[in-house]
């Protein structure tokens, strides 16, 4: 789809837009700017910009800082600054240009800009604050003509000049005055102003145009005789070249890492793939799909007096010349930044929309999980996530919103590595002393972190050759299984960044509720039922044994939540508890605990209440036990006779004594094993499927899996079922409080 903005007849030379595209700068090939800006859906000259003396060869809209930057074949420069409704030129300080400046563009970051000029120079400017004017750093080791084209690296450091000496080149563009310290590159080492990295020799044309791809990876331009060129920082001495059948390219820019588009003398914008592992250029298509090339007919129209004569009609083409510049107008990924993190800072990210990480340089993790260097990490809608940096990092981050933030705050992550020192200790002396490693619990009031400080745990100890067991006996929000269960696993490896632990073999226990509270009794015992499997695999896996265990905990602290602490404390036998964020509870745990040490944390800034956030995580990680964590699996949806399986609810309701039968007591209602028949009543409820052949036996035995009931017709007595297997593995089955709406 195009949209067509005119500006008269005049051929465009150059054009720039304001940050949110209702201004745009043009040169009409004169020696002013004019400023059109859309009022009523109709564009209207608001400024004309007049201090050139000859025709305006380049504008450059800074969006943030709202200069522009104008260059022109009168040898200067100007900086635009807007004031009290004015545009006020000052010029630049290009003392030894004494030919056209043929390009200017500011750095990713607005705090300088380059130029290129007929007379060989390439200069980055900035402004010198204490004497107020735009000074200029030249670069020494020029090329051999006309520099026609510059392009900045999103590191803000690195620049791309082509020329008419048919080469590209990659320059350092660090300015010690503006620049507080030197970046890492993948293009080679940022030193000093000028430094050349990198030499490219294109064929034999002028080269008109070049650019960095979005993550400054790949780098492209284009020259005068039709021919595509790309490289990648991977492997700088490889030139992939696509030699075209078009007419000349006058423009390139990517649309993310392997889009290329380019324009010129054809009319038409095509667009090429760059495949930098394969090393090619292949072409996909036109963006103006056009029948005919205008272009090509034209030109030869000119020189076809037969042509002439016979006044074919011109073919109608959305461009009808030449393809001088080509801008983005509207970013199809968002803003792509990139940020440094000092040292012992975290990066934080509550994702609206979607948003990808890559680390550039240094060291950081999420989680406890270590980020690889170049490594793309997506995440969606809703999603939290903490990068933090030990020794200091460079991310680039894109996504459409500011939905992430460097935080300043004091930061407990040194607290909790230190923890990880200590635990570590201790399974050292366990290893030595062939005795068992810590077992901590991790407790505290709701959404203090509870879940993050057991993964970080985990996962820093995973990265050791540890393989600690991970229990989570949160109900509400299980890290291992879905909700309404508790779980447990062996961690042989860290996290994923963004689909969690890969779930191995986990150990499964029903409860069916989303919180303790609903029924505590059955949450206690099927606690004691987890300890001992767990006690048994410690006991019985030396390995195991050593590297210990790790309990989550609910934040449910009333009464009888308090009272289950303690229970968990003594089944597991844990040595250590971790009380985030609570005084209270830490001090009240340690006099009614007496062997067990006691650790207070400080919860992080970080975490932050997600009570709405609550019910679409539950669903999700239900969603994502049936389709898989990137929506990757194919779950079985079949029909079942009710006689084929049996199924069961856990508890019955407390009933006062005196509304039972004379006599009769009702022991333990909690942990009743109560038959039920299917009826309409467990559409969309999530069925357990146990391990157990004995209805008796179900409160001890684990679960092998889940279903959830789409559909019960009580005529035909059948139910249909979700499922990850094509059939139910065992015919004993537990209702769950917890439901799941199918909407895929
Ligand atoms: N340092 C951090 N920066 C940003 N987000 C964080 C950080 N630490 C944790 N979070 C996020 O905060 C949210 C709450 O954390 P978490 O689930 O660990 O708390 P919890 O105490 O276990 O909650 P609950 O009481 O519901 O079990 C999660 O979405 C988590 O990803």
Redesign the pocket.
Known sequence: MSEIHSFGNLPIIAHSWNKDRTQIAVSLGKNDVRIYQKVAGKWKLTHTLCEHLSRVLAIDWAPKTNQIVTASADYNAYVWTFENDIWKPQMVELQRTSRAVCCAKWSPEENKFAIGSSDKNVAVCYYEKDQRFWAAEMIKKKPKSTVTCIAWHPNNQLLAIGSCDYRCRIYSAFVKTVDEQARTSNWGKITNTGELLHEFQSESGWIHDVAFSPLGDNIAWVSHNSIIFAVTADNPSRITMEITSYLPFRCIIFMNESTIIVGGHEFSPLIYNYDQRNGTIDFLEKLDRQETSTGRQSIGRLFDQAAMQTQTPEPVSTHQSMITQIVPYQKENGNLKEIVIEAGQ?L?GDVDETLTVELRSGKAEIFGTELAIGQKYQFTSGM???IFTYWGCTVNIISPHEDYYVARDENPMHIYLNVHGMLEQLRQKAETEKTRGPRIMVT?L????????CRMLVNWAARLGRTPILVDL?V??NQISIPGTIAAMVVRRPASVEEGFRIEMPLVFHYGYKTPGENIGLYNEIISSMAMYVNIRSENVEKSLISGVVV?T??YIRQEGYESFKHVAKTFDVDIIIVLDSEWLSTKLTSDLPGVKVITLPK?G???P?DAA?DKFRENKIREYFYGPRNNICPHVFTIEFNEIKIYKIGAPQIPDSCLPAGMILKNPYNKILPIAASPALMHHVLAVSSSNDPEQLLAKNILGFVVVQQVDSEKRTLTLLSPQPNVKNKLLIVSDISFVDMK
């Not at 709701?446 to 400080?453: A, E, H, I, L, N």
Request: hydrophobic share 25%; charged share 30%.
């Open positions: 975290e934080r939290k996530f903490a505290g709701p959404d203090v972190g509870k879940s993050t400080v949160d509400g929000q989550n609910c934040g992080s970080g975490v932050v997600k609550k």
